[in-house]
Every structure is written in C-alpha cells, then in structure tokens.
C-alpha cells in the first residue's frame, strides 16, 4: 500500500477511537442529566465508533501493513447542555467525513482500487451518520433543552441497540 495511504488509515483508527471515547463522554453527560434514553443511544454510538475501529485495523492487517496503535487524545468536551452535547456530536461527524475523504483522495491519486472499494463503506456510512446527528439537533432544538422538554425523546431513544 502506499505510504500516505498506510498512514492516513491508522491515524483514521485513532481518530474513530476517539470518536468513541466522545460519545461515552456524551453518554455520561447525558446520564447525569437523567435522561437515560440518550444515555444509551450515545453508547451504542460508542460500541458502533469501536468497530468502525477495528474494521480499519482488520483491512490494514490485511493488507500487510502494521499498525500503529498510538494514543488517544482526552475528552475535553463537557456540554454546558443537551443541544451543545448534540452539536458537538454533529460537528465530529462531519469532521470524520472530512477525514475519509482525504484517505479516499490519498487512495485515488496512488490508484490504490482495493482501498477505494474498502473505503465506500465508509462513505455510505457517513452520510448515514450525518443524517442521524443532523436529526437530533433539529429534535432538541425543536423541544427544548431541559429533560422535562426531551422526556419522550428520551424514551423513544431507549430503544437503540
Ligand atoms: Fe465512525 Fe461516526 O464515524
């Protein structure tokens, strides 16, 4: 695999750890807010950030090429409120979008097919994601920001496994 390929995709493993380790940093802002519904949709987020992960960690084996498990930045991020919370997740995925489209140019310019293929995947996935946190942030906008305002928002989202 090309070089700048190979380094773009193990940082990319690094960064959706982190994703996961924001949204748990969501989740329990959320549980301490009682609102146990986005408490757990968050978390399934984090579980989903983790296999985003691994699915890059796999292909990288793979392919042969190491992997380069560095560290994983703090969160930093402590939400004044439920919508700061949700934009926050909302300007991460968009970030992350950002990201796999450098890995899927560095891919295009090296005529790496194999990793382009890989790549869609996650191309699709991210429309999705943005789609999702696009959608809680016009929800709790609409509702307000108080849990008394997200209460039947919050059990709605209790059913996400
Ligand atoms: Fe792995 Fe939410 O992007």
């Known amino acids: 695999m090309n070089k700048k390929t190979a380094e773009l995709l193990n940082a990319q493993v690094n960064k959706e750890l982190y994703s996961a380790y924001l949204y748990l940093g969501i989740s329990k802002f959320f549980s301490r807010q009682n609102l146990p519904g986005f408490a757990s949709w968050y978390k399934v987020q984090a579980e989903e950030e983790q296999e985003h992960a691994m699915k890059i960690y796999d292909y990288l084996l793979d392919e042969g090429e190491d992997v380069e498990l560095s560290e994983i930045a703090a969160v930093k991020f402590i939400p004044k409120d439920a919508?700061?919370?949700?934009?926050?997740?909302?300007?991460?995925?968009?970030y992350i979008t950002a990201e796999i489209e450098k890995i899927m140019d560095a891919?295009?310019?090296?005529?790496?097919?194999?990793?382009q293929l890989f790549l869609n995947w996650f191309i699709t996935e991210q429309a999705e994601e943005e789609k999702n946190s696009g959608d809680m942030c016009a929800k709790v906008e609409i509702l307000g920001n108080s849990a008394k305002d997200l209460w039947h928002l919050d059990r709605e989202l209790s059913s996400r496994k």
Do not use: S
């Open 107 to 115: 891919a295009v310019k090296a005529k790496d097919y194999r990793t």
């Open 83 to 94: 919508l700061e919370a949700v934009k926050e997740a909302d300007r991460h995925e968009h």
